[in-house]
């Protein structure tokens, strides 16, 4: 009887990291829109992961993720990268409403020796569908964001495991945007920092209540995903 095989895909360290960044840019877009940080009209429609994806028209945004997951990427290929964190914000009192904190953890043997790893590039898609689609029906787990979403400043960060705080850096004010939110890097502390970053408290929320969604891994990097979120109604108990 004949068995059925799996046919395996080689994962260089180069592809993970392209692999990984692009989850990124595609998250922060799934986040920003079903969590209503920015109006339904200005997202289009694409297919990626074999799903419906929503992705910003707005070109100070796609500006912003493009820079984003392209200095991600640098980061993931060096096996720098140890964490990102999308926080969304109120505009009246810049208090943390909600951290999206993906922690990655990188081969150390790829990145050293330059070995690749085999695994399916439909099971790695398999992965992050499920991903997506948890954030895709975040309204069903996490409290209503009822603020007045309304903000010219987002901005990213940079860090490291034994630092509490971070590297920001702004996009330009000229920028209009509907929504508050920044997203926070952490690597290695021998990281060279891009001059243009400057440093930021971690923002955390306190006594959160969290969610642990699916994870992923390219055999490469894997990537563990949670959201904390900050909630009135377990306060007021």
Known sequence: MASRSVAKDIITLRGSAAIVSEFFGYAANSILYNRGVYPEESFAKVKKYGLPMLLTQDEGVKSFISNLTAQLSEWLEAGKLQRVVLVIMSKASNEVLERWNFSIETDGEVVEKG???????????????????????????????????????????????????????????????????????????????????IESDPKLIANPQMVKLHSFDTKIHKVDTLVSYKNDEWDEQ
């Open 115 to 197: 070995v690749s790893r085999e695994k399916s590039d439909k099971e790695i898609m398999r992965e992050i569908q499920a991903i997506m689609r948890q954030i895709a029906s975040s309204i069903t787990y996490l409290p209503c964001l009822d603020e007045p979403f309304s903000c010219p400043h987002t901005s990213f960060g940079h860090g490291s495991s034994s630092s509490a705080g971070g590297f920001i850096v702004s996009l330009p004010l000229d920028v209009l945007f509907t929504g508050v939110f920044d997203v926070l890097a952490y690597t290695d502390t021998d990281v060279a920092v891009p001059f243009t970053w």
